[in-house]
């Protein structure tokens, strides 16, 4: 129920911001934003079935859609990009090292 919950907060909050005039968008730099999206990018690729298999790689069931829908962007939001922060943290074992640690410079140590 908390997980079904978060994935409809994280819907909502895309939903507002791409509902924004773009010029009240705020977002988030591209040496920020690149490693993320190369994440959630992986992730996707990894994920044809959009999660129909339980086979551990790729997104889970709850983040596959919104998963493929970040990953197809080419510009984040600030609102997208802490969205986004949160579910690649699930699958760190499925993102290599080096990239990990570009998205989680400051959390690396903790979160590993």
Not at 24 to 30: A, M, V, W
Not at 66 to 77: D, N, S, V, Y
Request: aromatic fraction near 8%; proline fraction near 3%; hydrophobic fraction near 35%.
């Amino acid at each position: 129920e908390k997980i079904g919950s978060l994935l409809q907060e994280f819907k909502e909050l895309n939903d507002i911001e791409n509902s924004k005039p773009e010029e009240l968008k705020i977002y988030i730099s591209d040496e920020k934003a690149q490693p993320v999206l190369q994440a959630l990018k992986m992730l996707a690729n990894n994920d044809n079935d959009f999660a129909k298999e339980n086979n551990g790689v790729g997104f889970n069931s709850m983040d596959s859609n919104f998963g493929h829908i970040l990953a197809k962007m080419e510009r984040l939001t600030t609102k997208q990009y802490e969205i986004a922060r949160k579910i690649i943290k699930k699958y760190h074992k499925q993102i290599p090292d080096d990239l990990f640690t570009k998205i989680y410079k400051d959390e690396v140590n903790i979160l590993r």
